[in-house]
């Protein structure tokens, strides 16, 4: 999708509202479940994310990426939700299970797959280290771009980047001795 137009735009029309959702509605929502660990609530910050990001498209200017702005709210949005009483209420309560819900068999081959022990050790770091990760490795951001999103500078993002690879390195490590029995 080409974003540079949106640089001059001050309202878009609703195929455009609806086109730019369709391109990024995915990774808004992938990213802030990241954030939240929570489906539902996800939904809520990826429907508000765009709901802002329209009302204040006049001010996109082009300096990163669409998504990187979008990241940016959604982030934002994300941190507003965590501290609303309604959530703390709410979420921290805790969800009831769904028992709706059976594992596909798609879902019960990746869980013996490697993959999975990657990911599952990637959200058990900290919140910053595991959504530096997720933004760079899975979302392909750039250090310029990361900057933006969590509004630190370049030679900061490396330095975390770094400690979260390695903190990721050492979990991977302690993980495969202890399945090894050593």
Not at 20 to 36: E, G, I, K, N, S
Not at 95 to 108: G, H, I, V
Not at 123 to 147: F, S
Not at 168 to 180: I, P
Request: charge should be positive; aromatic fraction near 10%; charged fraction near 30%.
């Amino acid at each position: 999708m080409e974003d540079d137009y949106l640089r001059h735009v001050t309202r878009l029309n609703p195929p455009e509202i609806d086109a730019l959702v369709r391109h990024y509605w995915h990774d808004v929502w992938q990213y802030a479940y990241f954030l939240v660990r929570n489906e539902h609530l996800a939904e809520d910050i990826a429907q508000e994310t765009f709901i802002r990001a329209f009302r204040a498209i006049d001010a996109f200017r082009g300096q990163c990426p669409v998504k990187s702005w979008l990241f940016k709210i959604a982030r934002n949005t994300a941190f507003n939700f965590r501290k609303s009483a309604f959530l703390r209420r709410v979420v921290l309560a805790g969800q009831p299970p769904d028992a709706r819900r059976a594992p596909s068999a798609e879902a019960e081959y990746w869980d013996e797959r490697r993959t999975d022990d990657v990911w599952a050790a990637v959200l058990d770091l900290p919140r910053a280290h595991r959504e530096m990760l997720i933004l760079h490795a899975h979302y392909g951001l750039t250090y310029a771009d990361l900057a933006e999103v969590l509004g630190v500078g370049e030679g900061t993002v490396k330095s975390r980047l770094h400690r979260a690879r390695a903190k990721l390195a050492k979990r991977m490590k302690e993980a495969t001795a202890h399945d090894d029995g050593t």
